[in-house]
């Protein structure tokens, strides 16, 4: 006879034996004991919970020669049959592999006959939730009344994927996880028969990571004892691959001492032991919650951390435990993790140094007393508040020179101001011109010959408009927008016109007339700028992109 | 190969000895560890005892030469493709009801490469398999592997080997003559391979070593690139998947390593063979940057798995290499 895992041997034969899910047994027991046995019945809940389990057992109490009662016999012929797994009356369906209508086609035909011997054929159909939606659909009118001599059991870890329509027909019984206190008690009962001895600390262990199952449980046992006769903490932390509370709370207090160094001979250790890094994160969490719910955890261990710090670490472990599950490398995270840990400081300590900082300013002006310093303290505040207050530059009086001149020196404050308010798009096309040209309201505005592109775009109307809007504003005249082509040197010319006026003159009057009749297309015969006329004989791909792109070639290196 | 043969992973060979000589061996185990460790060496050789007529691997009897010829009828080994689908599922159940004599043995490789309904069709013939049947489940991640498929299993954890274990298992493996600078070889190709032999041959053998000290070269030059060299070198980064994950790994040790110097930790470095550069480019970037770099490139790895396209995720990153280094 082939060893049978624990967990099989294990399997309750009879409700007593059925540990905690009182809720479930009790119900089921008395509507067995006074028939009143419903035909569908649900059984949802995490794995190693007893869902089915307590089907077969059921089962056993309907069948059992002895009448349908909770006491089943566990001797006549039925009983044992469905002990073993071969009574034609206990027909157990595996949900997820007979999944499809055909399977559910054929159910229906088999539930028509009366069962073999015995009063009830149960259908016990497991991992119910992968069936697809057109067996659920086939299923519904069955389930709903189905003959007099037929209960459905299904079961069931994922009760969210069954149809609305399927629950509703169901007497639906949720199992609930077991507490460590069950899992440690139901371990203890299995060892004694065994002939195994326990240490308590080591089941409590074993429950702890078998996370309310009690499948996990009775696993983990057998594994413990498939590696050492004995069940001891340390066996049982060995097995897990689990660190010990030991290297926990020394990586705690390392981590409080910023000692990176021995962090990382921690982390080597565990490596060389052959434990699990991302288990360790899970435990080394654990411990912090611990920790988190009760504060004079850390002070036994003389870490002096605050809430906030302890969140910080909780947090930046957590985080590094979902990054190990990426990783191909499990080191790297938790080294970044500590490293983080330790080498930045948390914006809590940032501001509270911040806040000592200025204390202490404060307390040595309060001893010293105010002193006031005229030179440089006032007078830039001063222009800022005006500025806030009347940004606009009045252009009410004067000729249409010294108006531009008064646009010119303002010009790069009133793209600030298109900036301010948000328009970003206009504000950039007219960064590249310049203004070049006040006349009967009209602003002329020079571009380069290279920023066509932002030429182009400034003259659609939809960033024109609002740039004209706030030029109104701004300079409290309406002005309106015109462009065209030009160098910036010539708007040096016009912006000097009062120094250089002889020279400038004629050009600046024949471009106004031009300008004036068709200024937008006309192109201001403009002088080439110095890197042009340095003119170095340009690859071919180096000149399209000139052409494209607009630009300058400023300098040249050679690689 | 007998279980005593395997260096490295006692846990793993001294539970499955044990079992075997108390004649418990469960009906499903989950061998669980990184790629290359030994998981599919050590399933063999259990394969081999329970075969074996008085299960020590004796290398003669009957069952032993079946085994080690590979055509012993109750050895079954699944092969995965990208996915294990349900049809391969019911197969198994076919067959794994005929009638077998000793032990029959189920071998199922990358096992979270199961597809949901297949890794649900197989609960049921996993918890109360027939007689003698032992599933051995193998997987390089068990957070992929369904809960419910994982609590059925004995779970047999195997972790990297060792350092001076992959070291002797390469020189065992080469057989070469020695000299300084293939011990050197030697030396780096294991911290590289970080505890698995498997990658170590990888990389033995591979043009990985070529593709690395590439990679370092660019992540070397970076700091000084322009922003358009920069693009131009994420535009010709290779795109495969593959590829692109390794050299993820690379950048996140050079940057651990950096970040190591950088506050002063006593650790041995991952790129053993850049000690004096590395020691050069730490001091262009603060620790601060350091921290944004390092989270970035571990930012990316779920991405490149999601199937984002690796020239906009790779020059994002590389544009943040460069622009931490000038902060």
Known sequence: MAYVSLYRKWRPQTFMDVVGQTHVIRTLENSLNNQRVSHAYLFAGPRGTGKTTVARLFAKGLNCSDGPSASFCGECNECISISQGNSLNVIEIDGASNRGIEEIRELREQVRYAPADGRYKIYIIDEVHMLTPEAFNALLKTLEEPPAHVVFVIATTDPQKIPATILSRCQRYDFKRFSIEQICERLRKVLTPEGIQAEGSALEIVAEHAQGGMRDALGILDQCLAYSDRINPDTVSEVLGVATHETINQFVQLLDKKDTTSLFQVIQELYVAGKDLPQFVRDLLQHLRRCMLDASNLSKAGISWDK???????????????????????????????????????????????????????????????????????????????????????????????????????????????????????????????????????????FPKERGFHRASIEQEKHKEPAERLMAKFFGSQLSIECVTAEADQYKETSDLGSSQKESAKRSGSNSEDTSKKPAKEEVKASKSPAEEKQVDLDESVSAALRIFGGKIIEIKDN | MRLFDVKGQRLATTTLVRAIKSNHISHAYLFHGQYGVGKETVAKAFSNHLFCEDASACGKCRGCLRFSHGNHSDYHCMKTDTTIKIGRIRELHEACYLKHEGYAVWLIKNIEKMTLPAANSFLKV???????????????????????????????????????????????????????????????????????????????????????????????????MSTSEVLGLSLGWSEERADLESDLTLMLQWYRDLWCIKSRTQVQPYNLDYQNDLAVICEKYSVESLRRVTEQIQNVFPYVQRNVRPRFLLGHLLLQMRKGALT
């Open chain 1, 308 to 446: 906030g710090r302890l969140l910080e670490v909780i947090q930046a472990f957590t985080h590094c435990e979902r990054e190990m599950r990426y990783s191909t490398d499990v080191n790297i995270p938790m080294e970044l993790t500590i490293l983080h840990l330790i080498d930045i400081p948390s914006e809590l300590e940032s501001l509270q140094t911040q806040i000592a900082d200025l204390q202490a300013q404060l307390t040595s002006l309060e001893t010293s007393g105010i002193t006031y310093n005229s030179s440089n303290g006032s007078t830039p505040e001063k222009s800022t508040a005006d500025n806030e207050k009347r940004p606009q530059v009045s252009l009410t009086k004067g000729d249409n020179q010294e108006k531009l001149k008064q646009i010119s020196e303002n010009w790069g404050e009133f793209l600030q101001t298109l900036r301010n308010e948000r328009l970003v798009q206009p504000e950039a096309f007219l960064r590249e011109g310049f203004p070049l040209k006040l006349s009967n309201n009209v602003l002329i505005i020079g």
């Open chain 2, 126 to 224: 996993l918890e109360e398999p027939p007689e003698d049947t032992v599933f051995l489940l193998l997987t390089e991640n068990i957070g992929q592997v369904l809960p419910t498929i994982v609590s059925r299993c004995q779970q047999l954890q195997f972790p990297r080997l060792s350092q001076e274990l992959v070291e002797s298992l390469l020189r065992e493996h080469l057989q070469v003559e020695e000299d300084e600078s293939l011990s050197k070889k030697i030396q780096l190709v294991a911290k590289l391979a970080n505890g698995s032999i498997g990658r170590a041959l990888e990389l033995w053998e591979g043009p990985v070593l070529d593709r690395r000290s590439w990679v370092i070269q660019q992540l070397m030059r970076i700091p000084n």
